[in-house]
């Protein structure tokens, strides 16, 4: 099985910074992609960005140039860098993982619990 757990999300005023991680455990033979969604209240799920396993990133047009996503491979760990917070990255914050298990079967649409992010104006 596969388990992401998020962490780093908080209450900051606007202009602020966050650092959030996802930590990905389980019998995992490789991690093919990780991302970041979030979800405002009363709105819908939205990609935030993705993160391949050779590096290529893509980032949605809102969050582009203040937001920064890396992985640490051998923890098996992605952070998410949020700089210049806006009240309206007010969202819970979500990771998701797709790869290859020990047992070479393909794992997909994984997801963890969830880290609240508050942007006060």
């Known amino acids: 099985q596969v388990q992401l757990v998020e962490s780093g999300g908080g209450l900051v005023q606007a202009g602020g910074s966050l650092r959030l991680a996802c930590a990905a455990s389980g019998s995992i033979f490789s991690i093919d992609a990780m991302r970041w969604h979030r979800q405002a209240l009363g709105k819908q799920r939205e990609l935030v960005v993705t993160?391949?396993?050779?590096?290529?990133?893509n980032y949605a047009d809102s969050v582009k140039g203040r937001f920064t996503i890396y992985r640490d491979v051998a923890e098996n760990t992605v952070y998410l860098q949020m700089n210049r917070l806006k009240p309206e990255d007010t969202a819970v914050y979500f990771c998701?993982?797709?790869?290859?298990?020990?047992?070479?079967?393909?794992?997909?649409?994984?997801w963890g619990p969830g880290t609240q992010v508050t942007v006060s104006s």
């Open positions: 998701n993982a797709e790869g290859i298990l020990n047992n070479g079967d393909k794992f997909v649409d994984f």
């Open positions: 993160i391949t396993s050779g590096g290529d990133t």
